[in-house]
């Protein structure tokens, strides 16, 4: 928290359901929303795998209007645009997004687009200068999630999208975001038998992005009592969970402490016109705007480092992580960057900058530059105020 103890928490998350087998209510679910026809909105694995699609289907019924599985992990305008058409050839009034964040985030961003009656080319215009999309007034269709891996990206406000000049939208290449209260799923289903059917590895490499929303929404300058109290509970649960999964074949029963930890540690993070976010999440962005690269396997490797910068130059709630990630108040610096190097051992993640492919040395201060100028770097922890020297000696001490 801040120096002070006063606080505004304002959060309006929809309707949280966890369970094995939870989805068999998606109808009743709907029912409650005042929706009638469901367009689920998948990547191609995720929509074409029955053990996946199937217990969703059958949990919308009667409601389900089609399924739009070409979802990417680009996360593009033009999908959106086929997922509108989609939307618009079913009569569908709700969007239930299946799968990992890109999903989630082309199901925004088709919610948004079926708002908003402009011409593409004006949406595109948009996009192309200002890098977001502006949400119209009045009501946008519901989205309900159905997430299937652990990077956290369920109870937000927010959506990443990208152009490219062949699709006619825009001049160059443009990678931006949309950010809008109506876009906070109005249900969502933590189902630990879908989360199952995952392949370890994805499931691994989503789970480090996951674990570091936990950490940083400690130390962030808008902490509150209320996502302190989430995200110790949430990283306590995911700590021992996922050192747990590594010794275990992935199951319903593994999953269980995982998928709350993800549910806790999410409550609160993207709450209006602000985030807790931070200088992690600011260096995976930097990180990965050009590499293909998982941002969960890139956090697996710069967070250590990032912490260790970190309380270098300020407390960073020190005690607060200590107790969430060793149970241990008075716990160094040191025993919790180890804690947090465990947990991505633990999930086989590279722990090198030189063995993935990403930015070379030479890269280096241009990758510091594009870290400072991350919008989530506005939410770094009171008393630090990097430079870009030295967000290149962390990227040095990563490599």
């Known amino acids: 928290m801040s120096q002070s103890d006063r606080f505004r928490f304002e959060y309006n998350p929809g309707v949280l359901q966890y369970g094995a087998g939870c989805v068999d209510s998606l109808s009743a679910e709907l029912e409650r929303l005042g929706s009638e026809r469901a367009l689920v909105v998948s990547g191609s694995t995720v929509g074409t795998?029955?053990?996946?699609?199937?217990?969703?289907?059958?949990?919308?019924?009667?409601k389900l209007a089609?399924?739009?599985a070409e979802t990417t992990p680009e996360k593009r305008l033009q999908t959106a645009y086929d997922g509108l058409e989609a939307m618009e050839e079913t009569d569908a009034d709700v969007l239930v997004s299946l799968g990992g964040g890109s999903s989630l985030d082309v199901a925004?961003?088709?919610?948004?687009?079926?708002?908003?009656?402009?011409?593409p080319q004006a949406v595109g215009a948009e996009f192309g200068e200002t890098g977001t999309i502006s949400v119209p007034s009045g009501?946008?269709?519901?989205?309900?999630?159905?997430?299937?891996?652990?990077?956290?990206?369920?109870?937000?406000?927010?959506?990443?999208?990208?152009?490219?000049?062949?699709?006619?939208?825009?001049?160059?290449?443009?990678?931006?975001?949309?950010?809008?209260?109506?876009?906070?799923?109005?249900?969502?289903?933590?189902?630990?038998?879908?989360?199952?059917?995952?392949?370890?590895q994805i499931l691994a490499a989503s789970a480090m992005n996951g674990f570091d929303k936990g950490i940083e929404t400690i130390y962030a300058r808008n902490a509150t009592p209320i996502t302190d109290a989430t995200a110790v509970r949430g990283l306590k649960l995911l700590e021992g969970g996922l050192r747990q999964l590594s010794e275990q074949s992935v199951s319903e029963e593994a999953l269980e402490p995982v998928a709350q930890g993800l549910l806790l540690v999410q409550y609160g993070i993207s709450?209006?016109?602000?985030?807790?976010l931070s200088i992690i999440h600011a260096f995976g962005h930097a990180l990965t705007r050009s590499s293909a690269v998982q941002q969960g396997a890139m956090h697996g490797i710069i967070a250590p480092h990032v912490l260790s910068y970190l309380f270098e130059n300020v407390a960073g709630r020190r005690e607060l992580l200590a107790e969430?990630?060793?149970?241990d108040v008075s716990a160094s610096a040191e025993y919790i960057v180890a804690s947090v190097e465990r947990v991505r051992d633990a999930l086989s993640l590279p722990s090198r900058l030189r063995d993935v492919d990403g930015p070379d040395p030479a890269a280096f201060p241009d990758v510091a530059e594009s870290v400072l100028a991350d919008p989530f770097m506005a939410n770094a922890p009171s008393g630090l105020d990097p430079t870009s020297e030295e967000i290149a000696d962390v990227l040095r001490d990563a490599y």
């Open 49 to 62: 795998t029955p053990a996946v699609i199937d217990p969703v289907t059958d949990g919308l019924g009667p």
């Open 66 to 68: 089609g399924v739009f």
């Open 108 to 119: 925004k961003v088709i919610s948004v687009l079926a708002a908003d009656d402009r011409d």
């Open 139 to 200: 009501s946008v269709p519901p989205i309900v999630v159905v997430p299937t891996t652990l990077a956290g990206a369920d109870l937000s406000t927010v959506a990443g999208v990208t152009a490219s000049p062949e699709s006619g939208l825009v001049e160059r290449p443009v990678s931006g975001g949309i950010s809008d209260p109506r876009l906070m799923p109005r249900a969502t289903f933590y189902d630990p038998v879908l989360f199952a059917t995952t392949p370890k």
């Open 271 to 276: 709450r209006p016109g602000e985030t807790t």
């Open 324 to 327: 969430a990630l060793c149970s």
